[in-house]
């Protein structure tokens, strides 16, 4: 019975959606495994402590690799981050990216920091509005076609929200190592 168990969670772990944990990688991004991302593709991820980890200028991070098909034309990759636990917003905190972009080689030709804004949906269009967390974009140029989305974690940042039954107004949400992160690479 608790093989079964077992193999039913295996399974899960798997998933295309998710990048495969390798906690040991690495000493240059060319080690790193790369998710495949498709133009108007939209997908979630789950930064934890069990994915491949790198010394980014910031201190070592826990990333995602993205690998884009070649493209002649520049493109837009848009980034939204979610609280861990919206529903317990003093105990909760945010995976808050930035994106390496990675040359051929493995080494960075550029860093890019992400200004994020607070990102709303309708949870009934028009009518009742809910926060689902901040969403930022970047331009990748021509030819870019693998990025790292990790965070820095040893810089002190917080993301803020307008609340107004919370004491000052805002809600702050501090940034931590691991977290949700959905990255959408837009058609275009």
Same mark, same amino acid.
């Given at each position: 019975m608790g093989v079964a168990g077992l193999a039913g969670c295996a399974g899960i772990e798997d998933l295309p959606r998710q990048p495969k944990p390798s906690a040991a990688c690495c000493r240059s991004l060319s080690d790193a495994t790369f998710v495949t991302l498709a133009p108007g593709e939209t997908r979630e991820f789950r930064i934890t402590a069990d994915l491949q980890a790198f010394g980014f200028p910031e201190g070592r991070s826990y990333f995602v690799g993205l690998a884009l098909a070649r493209s002649d034309t520049p493109r837009t990759l848009t980034l939204r981050t979610i609280p861990v636990n919206a529903f317990r917003p003093r105990e909760t905190h945010v995976f808050i990216p930035r994106v390496a972009v990675v040359a051929p080689d493995g080494s960075v030709s550029r860093y890019v920091e992400l200004e994020f804004q607070p990102h +709303?949906?309708?949870?009934?269009? $028009?009518? %009742? @509005?809910?926060?689902?967390?901040?969403?930022?974009? =970047?331009?990748?140029?021509?030819?870019? +076609?693998?990025?790292?989305?990790?965070?820095? +974690? =040893? *810089?002190?940042?917080? %993301?803020? %929200?307008? *609340?107004?039954?919370?004491?000052?107004?805002?809600?702050?949400? @501090?940034?931590?190592?691991?977290?949700?992160?959905?990255?959408? =690479?837009?058609? $275009?």
């Open positions: +709303t949906q309708w949870t009934i269009q $028009g009518v %009742l @509005p809910r926060n689902s967390g901040w969403r930022g974009s =970047l331009t990748v140029a021509a030819g870019e +076609t693998r990025l790292a989305v990790y965070t820095a +974690t =040893l *810089l002190q940042q917080t %993301l803020r %929200l307008s *609340l107004p039954d919370e004491p000052g107004g805002y809600w702050y949400v @501090p940034s931590g190592p691991t977290g949700v992160i959905e990255i959408t =690479l837009n058609d $275009g």
